[in-house]
């Protein structure tokens, strides 16, 4: 396995020879330069190569392999060229959405999610009508297969998405069991964020020759600006609620180190009324569903959240990280800051504020030679709060008992509120039309008169329940 460096500078996607109404679609998404991985990753991919790359969150890994992918694929012929696995259902939605905005240089390109917590029925429906691009999670793909809903024999790209996280899970060997199933001439593409030993297992049971690539987990020190704060544990929780209101930032993700804390910290964000949830690993899947759809909604202004249920999510436009509690793994650190100070997020450096007490100061210390700079200390009476009323999100969330199945759309719900309910547009944010709910967020001063108006009136010529979902998640 040969290590490839990442180029220095920053790079275009001309110089792969991508058709260019691939280039087109790319600039029309935005996408000006690669990223570090993709440049590093792309060429190789693009010549069939097997590759074991690792970067960290946020660096761009699916459209290094979603590219790579659709290059492969023969969209005249009707079978499944390409499967990529990841350990979650919202990350294979996540990676879904991001291919097909890959996908849509070429007409008809057809993308199936296949996850568990999901009728099967609808799923095999999607099938027989034919799937280019299968994106899911190992135990749903297997029963497909199983049931032979799902033939891989036309299969040519295979992709083990946060392959750290699902050798966490412990999909070893469900993994084992649909490469099984894979014409053994493919290409197999393995994406991280790290590099845990199992990694070199999987590669050398499933991959041919793969090359490894690495992208430094550094970022450029002036896109993310680090503050110092020194603790005692008694007042940690309390000073995240001090830089919440001295900073105001609009969105943040808060690290903790434990769920207890995690669950701690956003009770008591919760009590001086800031808008704040909880993610970590014992919610269930539709409670974590609601969390992360109140964040990117606008409806949450704090996420607090452990390492391990942060991994990997796509978070959008975070101002800032604050590490609540130090991480032992100074790794783990550069990971959780790079989640702020996005390209893309304007000139606005990220902004990660950092609370250490005593005991940490050695993982402070590991976190300074990682990084290679001495940390900026500021003491936390230099936190004024910035006055008037506690940080709320600017909006509030609503859902609705209905969803796909009720043939609900996010049509509908806008038109019940601009219409019948008299709101203007402008009050009505973002709307997720899920399979037997939707969430609809509203500007926070009508939540309430919204909900009741909504509750009285219809949608599509039928009353619906509704619920204000009010921050108490769990
Ligand atoms: P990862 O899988 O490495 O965590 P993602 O693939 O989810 O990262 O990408 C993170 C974000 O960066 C996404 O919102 C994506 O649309 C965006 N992105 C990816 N590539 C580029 C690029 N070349 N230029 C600008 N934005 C990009
Ligand atoms: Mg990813």
């Known amino acids: 396995m040969a290590d490839s460096p990442a180029p220095a500078s920053p790079d275009t996607f001309d110089r792969l020879g991508l058709p260019p109404q691939v280039l087109a679609n790319l600039a029309s998404l935005g996408y000006r330069t690669m990223t570090a991985i993709q440049a590093a990753s792309l060429p190789p991919a693009l010549l069939g190569k097997d590759l074991i790359a690792q970067a960290s969150t946020g660096s761009g890994k699916t459209a290094a392999f979603g590219l790579a992918l659709l290059a492969n694929l023969n969209v005249r012929r009707f079978a499944v060229q390409s499967l990529v696995l990841c350990p979650t259902r919202e990350l294979a939605d996540q990676v879904t959405t991001e291919i097909r905005r890959l996908a849509r240089a070429e007409e008809n390109i057809k993308v199936v999610t296949l996850c568990g917590g999901v009728a099967m029925r609808g799923q095999i429906a999607s099938l027989e009508h034919g799937a280019h691009v299968v994106v899911g999670t190992p135990g749903r793909i297997l029963d497909h297969l199983d049931r032979e809903t799902l033939d891989l024999s036309a299969l040519n790209t295979l992709v083990l998405d946060e392959a750290d996280r699902m050798l966490d899970m412990g999909f070893v060997e469900d993994i084992g069991k649909v490469v099984s199933r894979c014409p053994k001439a493919r290409q197999t593409l393995l994406f991280s964020a790290t590099y845990p030993e199992g990694i070199a297992q999987i590669a050398a049971r499933f991959m041919r020759e793969p090359q490894r690539i690495e992208v430094a987990s550094q970022h450029a020190p002036t896109r993310i600006r680090q503050l110092w704060y020194e603790v005692r544990d008694s007042e940690r929780l309390h000073a995240v609620s001090l830089l919440i209101d001295h900073f105001r930032p609009q969105s943040t993700l808060a690290f903790c180190n434990t769920k207890q804390q995690c669950r701690d910290l956003a009770a008591v964000l919760r009590a001086g009324g800031v808008s704040a949830l909880a993610l970590h690993g014992d919610l269930e899947q539709r409670d974590r569903d609601q ?72 993982a402070v210390g590991r976190i300074e030679q990682l990084q290679g700079r001495e940390s900026d200390w500021h003491p936390l009476s230099e936190l004024t709060p910035a006055g008037g009323a506690p940080l709320q999100a600017p909006m509030a969330t609503l859902q609705l008992i209905g969803g796909r199945k009720e043939k609900i759309r996010a049509g509908d719900i806008l038109g019940a509120l601009t219409g019948d309910c008299g709101y203007a547009k402008e009050q009505v944010g973002r709307i997720n039309v899920n399979e037997f709910s939707t969430y609809v967020a509203v500007d926070r001063a009508i939540a309430a008169e919204a909900l009741r108006r909504l509750s009285a009136g219809k949608v599509k010529g039928r009353s619906v329940k509704v619920r204000l979902l009010d921050g108490e998640e769990s």
């Open 291 to 362: 969390v992360l759809v109140q964040f990117a909604n606008r409806s949450c202004s704090v996420l607090v959240a452990t390492d391990v249920a942060a991994r990997g999510l796509d978070l959008a436009n975070l101002e800032a990280v604050i590490n609540v509690d130090t991480t032992p793994d100074a790794e783990v650190h550069i990971h959780r800051i790079g989640r702020t100070g996005r390209q893309g997020q304007g000139d606005e450096p990220g902004l990660a504020l950092n609370l250490a007490s005593l005991d940490e100061m050695g």
